[in-house]
């Protein structure tokens, strides 16, 4: 079975928020006080989130990411990420992790079989990264990072690259990969801080990352791409890893875009900058059948906008001021 959009596009690829807390409080991201967090009825149940996917199985998910909020805040999450493992359909799991956490759960995810690992680091030096996280926790991600390799999960950094603050960490992250196989991703800031406030003229766009990595790595190699990735990606003769940049604000991969979104509430999202299409987990709660469930999933994903833009263009008045946290990064 194949779900398919209104554009053509095939959808195998849900990626769920699992909570919308937080342990750090990345500028991008939160305000300092945090955001107001759901009541913990409102969350889905894991026994919510298990049905969703053994449904979303039958109609052609058969990727899955477990992101947040920070994921490994909720109890019990490995035991879930397991019986979702087992869902008929699902052939592969991965996590987004601000990596603070998982230093003992790294072994569980080797043997569960994670297919991949994404890391969140915006800076190797512990005084940036206490600015930008507002918490003194590099040590800890990096001990994750340095256990990920180890056991042998793919791994990748993601570093939102934010003028002022961390660029000069972007030539550092560049020379992990030098002995470690891990790819490196640089992210454009978006507006999705908590607060509503954003100030474009500060982005750095994905063209302005790569002018400044060019001009020190003049023979920077561009890879092909798979199918449906969001990274413009390179590599450094001689070096273990690889380098990507994500144009995460500027929105030039919509075009291939084969994903969707579960926000912790259980609003089911069909583009990362949509106001959220309808609200699964109310269904559920109502008693909601397969069958009805299946019916509102179709119909989304039969109304999806072509891309980003016109998702925001949708949402009318209702201006982008949601974390990330509460969306699921
Ligand atoms: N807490 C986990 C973490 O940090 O990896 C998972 C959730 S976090 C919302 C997922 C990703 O979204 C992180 O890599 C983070 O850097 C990214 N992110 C959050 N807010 C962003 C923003 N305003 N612009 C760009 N990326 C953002
Ligand atoms: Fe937390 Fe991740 Fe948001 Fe940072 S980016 S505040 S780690 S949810």
New binding site residues.
């Given amino acids: 079975m194949m779900l398919y959009d209104n554009h053509g596009r095939i959808i195998n690829y849900l990626r769920i928020a699992v909570t919308d807390r937080?342990n750090?409080r990345?500028q991008?991201?939160m305000p300092e006080e945090g955001i107001d967090y759901v009541n913990r009825s409102h969350l889905l149940t894991y026994e919510e989130i298990e049905r969703i996917v053994t449904l979303f199985a039958s109609l052609g998910i058969n990727k899955i990411r477990i992101?947040?909020?920070?994921?490994f805040l909720r109890k019990g999450l490995m035991e879930c990420i397991d019986r979702i493992n087992q869902i008929e359909g699902i052939d592969s799991i991965h996590i987004?992790?601000?990596g603070t956490l998982t230093k003992d759960l790294i072994p569980r995810f080797e043997e569960i079989g994670i297919k991949s690992v994404?890391?969140?680091l915006?800076s190797l030096d512990a005084e940036r990264f206490k600015m930008i996280t507002r918490r003194d926790d590099l040590d800890k991600v990096m001990e994750s990072l340095t256990l990920l390799v180890e056991h042998d999960i793919k791994t990748k950094i993601?570093m939102?690259v934010m003028n002022q603050k961390n660029i000069e960490d972007i030539l550092p992250m560049i020379e992990l990969t030098k002995y470690l196989p891990i790819s490196v991703r640089f992210?454009?800031?978006?507006?999705?801080?908590g607060s509503g406030i954003h100030d474009q003229m500060a982005l750095w766009s994905h063209k302005d990352i790569l002018d400044f990595i060019k001009k020190k790595h003049t023979g920077a190699l561009q890879l092909e791409s798979e199918p449906n990735s969001t990274s413009v990606n390179y590599k450094i003769p001689g070096y273990d890893g690889s380098f990507g940049i994500i144009a995460?604000y500027s929105r030039s991969f919509c075009g291939t875009c084969n994903r969707l979104r579960l926000t912790p509430t259980g609003l089911m999202k069909t583009c990362l900058y949509d106001a959220g299409i309808f609200n699964i987990k109310d269904m559920m709660r109502a008693g909601a059948n397969d069958d009805e469930l299946k019916t509102a999933l179709l119909s989304a994903v039969g109304s999806r906008a072509k891309d980003g833009r016109e998702a925001e263009q949708r949402r009318a008045d209702d201006l982008i001021s949601e974390s990330?946290?509460t969306i699921?990064?």
């Fill in positions: 937080c750090l990345c991008y991201c992101t947040g909020g920070e994921p987004t992790t601000n994404n890391l969140s915006d993601n939102v992210l454009e800031e978006m507006p999705f801080n995460s990330m946290a699921g990064g």
